[in-house]
């Protein structure tokens, strides 16, 4: 068995497993996609101490630091179930698609999470082009140029106010007849001189030559569409954590991510989990990474707490 078994080999994934390598433990890594949401990402400007990079670059150069160090890695496997010790000290299994069964002292989640698409066309096309899912990621780079943000809750209305102090207009674009977001927030939104607001709205397409050029919405009381001309969309209907195999493990939130305290700790003793799959309020590679780095020290003292065999 291993010591350490880590599910997931994005930023988390991989700060795990080079902590825990290094305090010479077993450790695995199972992933489906090693790299994870790092491999879908073109420029990075805020991973400190690195002004620009790119997402595949990074992904190389996690690899290539994990591998410094003496871990199996397991890619390409997805994970289909997780069923935890049932006694303190004891081993948990995590079962993998292909059938195959991996055992291990302790275990790391860090699955992340997936962007909810719009699903219409020109959306995938445009994906980096203008498309974007992070405001805290692109949006310096659509400084003084017209935006829009799709979903009127309160992460789209956070998008919204933090995209209007540094693009030049955004439009606001609520499928429902009102915003969902906190009185709060929308109070704030209703102040901000650059920003309009359309509900009852459906997005039909994302339109562009080599990147955006604007985008088309269905009003869904009169039938009509309308064309708006803008430079990016900001898609802010939810951030969907990859849990579902984890559903009768563990204890998840309503949206599905995973509790975990300061320490990284779940709700089974010796089952860690760090990233965008779990309840860390901020989703980015440096604090998946830090908290990746903390669910490994965590494992670590617990490994060292275990009785002698
Ligand atoms: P992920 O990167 O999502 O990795 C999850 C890992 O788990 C992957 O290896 C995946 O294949 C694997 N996995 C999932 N389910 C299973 C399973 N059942 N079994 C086995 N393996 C599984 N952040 C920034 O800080 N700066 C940026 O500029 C930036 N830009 C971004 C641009 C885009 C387009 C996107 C999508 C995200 C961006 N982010 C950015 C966010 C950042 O990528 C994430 O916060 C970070 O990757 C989260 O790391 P993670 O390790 O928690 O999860």
Known sequence: PFDVL??????????????????????GVAAERFGGQVLDTMGIENFISVPYTEGPKLAAQLEAHVKENDVDIMNLQRADKLIPATRE?????????????????????????????????????????????????????FKGKRVAVIGGGNSGVEAAIDLAGIVGHVTLIEYDSQLRADAVLQRKLGSLSNVKVITSALTTRVNGAEKVTGLTYKDRNSGDEHDIELEGIFVQIGLVPNTEWLQDAIALTPRGEIEIDARGQTSQPGIFAAGDATTVPYKQIVIAMGAGSTAALSAFDYLIRLPAE
């Open 6 to 27: 880590i599910v997931g080999g994005g930023p988390a994934g991989a700060a795990s497993a080079i902590y825990t390598a290094r305090k010479g433990l077993r450790v």
């Open 89 to 141: 000290g004891g081993l948990h299994e995590v079962v993998l698609a292909n059938g195959a069964s991996l055992k291990a002292k302790t275990v790391i989640l860090s699955t992340g999470a997936r962007w909810r698409q719009m699903g219409v066309p020109g959306e995938e096309e445009y994906r980096n082009k203008g498309v974007a899912y992070c405001p805290h990621c692109d949006g310096p780079l």
